[in-house]
């Protein structure tokens, strides 16, 4: 029983990484914060970036095990690049930032 638990938590970074609610939806916090950027409503944005960071949070702990710790640290980069482009309303440079999390996101544990 013990040995399946742990090859659960080394193999299920797909899993471990989905929503358990509002609160740590990655995914909906980068698109709101992607449409905050498009329309340069920037002090939402900032908002919004906040709640990604606090919903990344969340979910860090449970993929830990599961996916490389390179991946979290690329990821964290991201988001703090992404809070100094906010703060000098950048659009084009958030919008990377927003593309390079997404993409890193979408590769955690596969």
């Known amino acids: 029983m013990a040995l399946a638990v742990f090859?659960?938590?080394?193999?299920?970074?797909?899993y471990?990484?989905?929503p358990r609610g509002e609160m740590d939806n990655v995914p909906a916090y980068l698109?709101?914060?992607r449409e905050d950027v498009m329309s340069e409503s920037w002090d939402q944005a900032e908002i919004d970036c906040e709640k990604l960071e606090s919903a990344w949070r969340m979910v860090i702990p449970r993929i830990q095990?599961?996916?490389e710790r390179d991946d979290i640290n690329s990821i964290n980069r991201n988001l703090t690049r992404l809070k100094g482009w906010l703060m000098v309303k950048?659009?084009?440079?958030?919008?990377?930032e927003l593309q390079?999390?997404?993409?890193?996101?979408?590769?955690?544990g596969k």
Request: glycine share 6%; hydrophobic share 50%.
């Open 16 to 18: 471990l990484k989905q």
């Open 100 to 108: 390079e999390a997404e993409m890193f996101w979408n590769e955690l």
């Open 65 to 67: 095990y599961s996916v």
């Open 31 to 33: 698109a709101k914060v």
């Open 90 to 96: 950048d659009k084009p440079n958030s919008m990377v």
């Open 7 to 14: 090859i659960f938590f080394l193999a299920g970074g797909q």
